[in-house]
């Protein structure tokens, strides 16, 4: 995982960008990415000075990492158009490189993910060790205090969207059946 967005980036960048965010499986704890991929989101500026813009951004990423880096430009109407196949990770997992927050939190919303199951088909000694790889056990944290997570309610886990994989493939190996939802909060 390529966390750009922990250092503050000193990049040189117009006044036509609103923000450069990185998103895609490099954002994603525990997954292996093979690449990062940037979207530099602008105002309303012509596509060729889009263009222009962000392979000069690109080039002063190249120098933070060795991983190949894949740079797209968006102005805020092509990012939210239906067919822009990029628009979700960009706005739900996407961290802004120059503030380190998540991008759409500059639309005033956090994204979260709430992962729903049920223990009642569990023995009772599985009930326990699920317990403890959420909750922890003799001093050790368990997976909610170690990446920030919430126990909602019984049932009920709340995680950032960078943790969907660890605990996602954590759950899975205490419970065949839960579900995912991506929910946008707004932000206090």
Do not use: C
Not at 45 to 63: S, V
Not at 113 to 119: E, F, M, V
Not at 127 to 152: A, N, S, T
Not at 164 to 181: G, M, W
């Amino acid at each position: 995982m390529q966390k750009l967005w922990l250092k503050k980036q000193k990049l040189k960048y117009s006044t036509n960008v609103i923000d450069v965010v990185q998103f895609g499986s490099s954002v994603i704890e525990g997954k292996d990415a093979r690449d990062i991929d940037i979207a530099v989101i602008f105002n309303k500026i012509p596509l060729k000075n889009q263009l222009e813009e962000a392979q000069e951004i690109k080039k002063q990423l190249k120098k933070l990492t060795d991983m190949e880096i894949h740079i797209s430009s968006f102005d805020l109407y092509s990012l939210s158009d239906g067919s822009n196949f990029s628009r979700n990770g960009i706005m739900f997992y996407g961290k802004s490189i120059l503030s380190g927050k998540y991008f759409i939190e500059k639309l005033g919303l956090k994204p979260r993910i709430q992962i729903s199951y049920s223990l009642q088909k569990l023995k009772k000694k599985d009930k326990v060790k699920f317990h403890y790889m959420l909750q922890g056990r003799k001093g050790k944290y368990g997976l909610l205090r170690r990446y920030g997570g919430v126990l909602i309610n019984p049932g009920i886990i709340e995680i950032m969207p960078e943790h969907e994989y660890i605990f996602v493939n954590a759950v899975r190996k205490h419970i065949s059946e839960f579900s995912i939802r991506r929910i946008f909060i707004e932000k206090s």
